[in-house]
């Protein structure tokens, strides 16, 4: 059993307390010194009694805390903070139990990514007080994640990660409802997100922290004075989690460790990895810097617009992307691509090979198919729970108020030794999402469409497949298929062929961001 699946079991058993009578709602009424030693006696005999032996290696055995209700004393590290006022509470903040009781049975609270980071956060928000905890996510559980995403077991391979860590924590936290969305953040519609009072985001991709960001910011809404309406400002924490790898094991050097136990392959490939670095981050969507504010600060994503890989790939890339993108669904429409699979990986190689030699472009190889369609992020469990601990701590202040929230980034490092940084990301005057206003875009009127659409996957716009509109017509829409042939012919078309003048506005879709972009065309002489 690893550092974090202790934690979790002694967490499980500090919540397996035998039945009593719960916290009266003054400060008088807390137990004696003597009543809590009883309680927490009792409660090591009832896990005593009711443990099941935890078997990892094999998925056998069940984590399940008895079922008891609210126990006096369960809840006294939380009143410890809310019924008496600290030297860093806001100037608002008013000491009471009705914010315990706020915060049990009524803040709902969605966690996105329920992966290293999202495990985390879902104990250290249960553990917490929050008891109506949503979780969403994607992705289905792989053998890989078991040295450090702590609410899966081996048996739990192939079942989606939603679902099995919500099962865990309803199991292990008596009182707690965690409900699981086992599929994409853009699947949900915009009143799904208005239900919560905070959005904690344990993410892995920049594209999917740009759109629940964007989704958020459009959601506030201002009255007549330009003042934020009460309750429409939904904050986002977001914390992230990456380091170097110094070997890639799991890529290209298995060979050199055969014979080894699944175990020991695991505990070598922590070794060569060093995931020490993290961040969070608390957002107001409307009142401080968005993400987007920031995304200057990220290096260029690696991705192409849907015209080029198409029509005319120039680099090995393209001809990769066009495999991934479009002659996988066409070639397997019902079979989800697997990037973990070295058979997928030939087929998109040997297809993304044909297309090469068809252009006269060199360089594609098996290895660069695989930097290209995968992007690993290596982690190690201690930073994912430093960083969990300190976004679970910022929901708790967010939702209380019993503390001043960070302002409004911290950066953490414990490669070398522990290292923390915070400061202050400010809002960009012309950003993308939160600023509310057109935005220049200098071009010339001799240039044609397609010089424009590529730009638009570049700094700071980085959109993946940008579709456009103007003058009450579409110009080019990369998707569906049928409308990306339609009007694939404007792209060799210039701008003032198009009719397009000095001054004018283009709306701009794309995946990114779920509302459009303005932009006001500013011609070069």
Excluded at 60 to 79: L, S
Excluded at 421 to 446: G, H, M, R, W
Excluded at 452 to 477: C, D, H, N, W
Aim: proline letters at 6%; hydrophobic letters at 40%.
């Amino acid at each position: 059993m690893d550092a974090s699946t202790e934690t979790a079991a002694q967490s499980g058993a500090l919540d397996a307390t035998a039945p009593s009578p719960a916290v009266a709602g003054s400060n008088n009424a807390r137990p004696a010194s003597n009543a809590i030693v009883s309680n927490t006696n009792t409660a090591a005999a009832a896990v005593a009694a009711a443990a099941v032996e935890d078997d990892d290696t094999e998925g056998e055995g069940e984590d399940v805390a008895p079922r008891f209700e609210d126990w006096a004393g369960r809840w006294d590290h939380i009143d410890k903070l809310l019924v008496r006022r600290g030297p860093f509470a806001q100037p608002t903040f008013e000491p009471c139990v009705e914010l315990r009781d706020f915060l049990l049975e009524q803040c709902r609270i969605l966690v996105i990514g329920a992966g290293g980071l999202g495990c985390e956060l879902l104990k250290d928000l249960a553990l917490s007080g929050f008891r109506n905890i949503d979780v969403i996510d994607m992705d289905t559980i792989d053998i890989s994640n078991l040295n450090r995403q702590f609410l899966f077991r081996q048996k739990d391979v192939g079942q989606s990660k939603a679902l099995v860590a919500a099962e865990f924590v309803n199991r292990r936290v008596a009182g707690c409802k965690v409900t699981p969305h086992f599929c994409k953040i853009q699947d949900k519609p915009e009143d799904f997100y208005r239900q919560f009072q905070l959005v904690v985001c344990g993410l892995d991709s920049i594209p999917a922290r740009r759109w629940i960001n964007a989704l958020l910011v459009s959601l506030v809404q201002y009255n007549d004075d330009k003042e934020i309406v009460p309750g429409t400002m939904i904050p986002m924490i977001d914390g992230g989690t990456e380091g170097n790898c110094v070997l890639r094991f799991l890529q290209f050097s298995v060979r050199l460790f055969v014979g080894l136990s699944f175990t020991a392959l695991f505990c070598v490939a922590g070794l060569l990895y060093q995931g020490f670095k993290g961040q969070a981050r608390v957002i107001l969507p409307g009142m401080s810097s968005c993400f987007e504010c920031s995304i200057d600060t990220f290096p260029p994503q690696t991705t192409f617009p849907l015209c080029t890989i198409a029509s005319t790939p120039r680099i090995p890339a393209h001809c990769i992307e066009y495999a991934k993108i479009v002659l996988w669904p066409q070639a397997f429409p019902d079979r989800a691509l697997d990037t973990d699979d070295p058979e997928h990986i030939n087929w998109l190689y040997l297809e993304a090979l044909k297309r090469a030699n068809e252009y006269g472009i060199q360089g594609v190889t098996y290895r660069l198919t695989q930097g290209v369609v995968k992007n690993i992020i290596p982690a190690v469990a201690s930073t994912n729970a430093v960083i969990a601990a300190a976004c679970a701590s910022e929901a708790f202040k967010l939702a209380t108020g019993c503390s001043s929230q960070l302002n409004n980034y911290m950066q953490f490092n414990g490669q070398d030794s522990l290292y923390t940084f915070t400061f202050e990301y400010e809002q960009k005057p012309d950003c993308l999402v939160c600023s509310n206003i057109p935005l220049d875009f200098a071009c010339s009127a001799s240039e044609p469409l397609r010089a424009l659409v590529e730009r638009l996957s570049e700094q700071p716009f980085q959109f993946k497949a940008p579709g456009i509109r103007g003058l009450g017509k579409t110009f080019y829409m990369s998707a569906p298929p049928s409308l990306e042939l339609s009007t694939r012919p404007n792209l060799d078309r210039t701008l003032a062929e198009l009719g397009l003048q000095d001054g004018a506005f283009l709306q701009v879709a794309d995946v990114a961001v779920p509302l459009p972009v303005q932009l006001k065309l500013q011609f070069r002489p």
